[in-house]
Structures are given as structure tokens and as C-alpha cells.
């Protein structure tokens, strides 16, 4: 059988120290569909954790040898600790052994077995499956002729592998959506209720991109939108709304570093993030803007003329207000960065910006400490606070993981 969680117990103590309090766990995270070895005392004993992370249940006092022994071979290791048999002094002893020698931690602690969060548990076991998945994982480069200048970046530090497809089949399959006049039968019904000049060949755009990317086995993609548009003389921004909508993680701008975020946002939280620009400051605000937020974060979308360019089209959506995540990656993959933001209003804000715009107040630091510490431009946002998912993300592909 495959366990999710290692539990640990001292020699020193009988099992009956610590049996009632095991069942309880047990119960508790089988619930939630999560197993739960049977106590060790030994890691000769205890099964082999993945390399990306473990997720260790410390019963007992005594254990922060064990844990540092079993932790070790990961990434990154979430320690679950509680109130009583010196449960919370192991759980820190070996955190901070870990630590120094490089691993991500996060303690996680609760009275009782019953105030245990087990669904933030299943998030860092899936934070660790998101980490893994990423080697060899296929990322369609759509409508290129040309491998992608951080193509060898990504594969030797992540295994991800780029594939360019190129334009001759972008255009053929465009062509032939336009051809057939099914275009605008396959989008959904709320965009038919705002008619403008280019949402069929928008929606042909959508349709060949999602053909295209089955035929060829992805589901992950990007696209150079500027080098797009100038040839098509239309935006690919419906079909990366959509198509992120839809279960496949897209990218605009060819941007590898937000897919891996997007990426972590789909398969930890199970919805997809908005890639967004920091346009401008008001009043201690962020105001964040983009024009391909997917439509499955919205509450209302209208379309509008492409923003630098005019031509047909770009998304305006309204976020729901409250608590998100905002977050990237360095450019050398070696660190990630999150802030908890609140979503304040968004939709079509200014004609200034894209077309999708977030006002936000940032949380956890002012906008000049954000300025002094961010990592680069687009920032990717993701409804909740998964801070710590990330973290354990983060540890999984060996990045230093920062707070704003």
C-alpha cells in the first residue's frame, strides 16, 4: 500500500502512549482520503519518501532524529505536531536540523487531532505531485518556428520539455476552423451576448489552438501574443481565457515562468491563476492588468478592443472581491516569491491599462516593499491564501521560497 503520511514514535515509550492518539489521526486523515503508515520507531522500518517531499506525523517526543533521518532524502517536508509527548519540541528540533542543511519545513500544529486542517494536508501532497509531474511534462511553443530562448533553462532545472509547433500549423488549422463556419457555435453562450467586430476569428483562434494542442498530446502551452497578432491581426487572449478555463494551462507573452506558477495553481488548488501586470500605483494600491483572465475566475466578462494594439479582442472580467495569492518565480528558478493580496474591485477600471484590471491592497507589505523585492513583472494571482502550499512547492523543485 502507498501511504501520504509517515508517523513516528519513540522507542521509549510503549505503544500504548501513544495508540489512542495514532487512531485518532488515523481517523481524522482517512476521512479525508489520506493514509497513514502504522507508527515506526526506526527508518530502516518507515517506507522510502518521495524526493520532492514527506509529510511526517511526529506521536511522540524523540522523534527528531527519525524525522531528520527520513526528511533528508526530500525537498521539502511538512511536520505534523500537537500539544502533548513532546510532540512540538521534536517537530522543531528537526526542523531547524533541516533547515540547515538547505530542506524547506513547515510545522503544522494543532492541539488535537481533531483541529488538524487534513485538507491543507492534501494540498501539500498534491504541492509535491505538481513538483513532480513537471519532469518531462510537454509545453506546446504555438506558432513558432524557433525553440524557445529558456527552452534549455526550464528542462535542465525542471525536466520540462519545450516543443516548438509551428506556424504553418497554427495557420492551416485556423484556416480550416474558419472555413467550416463552426467558430462561433462553440463558444460559450455569455460571450454571444456582446457581439463585436472579430469574435468569430477570435473564436477560431480558440478552436484551432485547442485542436491543435490534442492532436499533439498537450495540454500545457504559451504563445508569443505580439508575434501572434501581428500576423493574424487578431489577439489569441479569448482563447487563452478559454482554454485556461477548460483545464489546459496556457501562457501569454511566451512566458514559461508564470506557467509554472499557473501550473501549481491547478493542480494544488484545482483552478486556474491570471497572469497580471503591476501597471500602476494609486493610493497605496496595486492596480494589476492583463487581458486573458480565464473565465472560470470571473463573475462578469464583457469583450473590448485589444489595448496597445485595438484590434479584436481582449477580456475584461470581474474578479470576485476578497483574498488571493500573488506570486512568481526568479529567473534563474532558484527562488519563489508570494504575498497574500485583497481583490478590492477589478473589471474595466481606466482605458489606460489591459483590459482586465484588479485594484489590490497588499497585505503583508507596503507597495514600496513589494517594488524593492519583486522578482520581475508578471505576477501570477490565485484566489486564497496558499502561501504555504507554495512554500512546500517551492522546496519540492529546491527554489529559496521569499514573502514579499
Known sequence: MVFDIISLASKLHDREYYSELFERYADLLSSSGLRVTP????????PEPSKEGVVILLLTGGTSRLAFSLAS????AVLIAHASHNSLPSALSAK????ATGRNVIVEYADHPEELDASRISRYLRAFKAA?????LKVAYLDSDEQHGQASLFYGKLGMVVEPVSTNTIREAFGHVLSSGEALRMIPERLKEHPMDGLERAAAVYLALKDVMDEGGYTYGIIDCFRFLDSYRVTPCLAISLLNSEGYVVAC??????????????KIMGVPGWIANPATIRDEKLILAHC????KLAQTVSLMPHFETGLPLAISAS?????????????????????????????????????T???IKLVDTSVQGFLDRSLGNHHVLIPGDIRRELRAFAGSLDMRYEEY
Open 39 to 46: 507508527p515506526f520507531t526506526s527508518p530502516d522500518e518507515a
Open 73 to 76: 532524502k526530500t525537498g521539502s
Open 96 to 99: 531547524a536540523r533541516l533547515e
Open 132 to 136: 513532480s509531474a513537471l519532469q518531462g
Open 253 to 266: 507573452e511566451a512566458d514559461l515562468y508564470s506557467l509554472l506558477i499557473m501550473h501549481a495553481s491547478i
Open 292 to 295: 486573458t483572465a480565464p473565465m
Open 319 to 355: 474578479l470576485r472581491r476578497g483574498m488571493y495569492t500573488m506570486t512568481r518565480v526568479g529567473l534563474k528558478l532558484d527562488r519563489l516569491a508570494a504575498t497574500r493580496v485583497v481583490v478590492e474591485a477589478s473589471g474595466f477600471l481606466s482605458s489606460g491599462m489591459c483590459r
Open 357 to 359: 484590471q484588479a485594484e
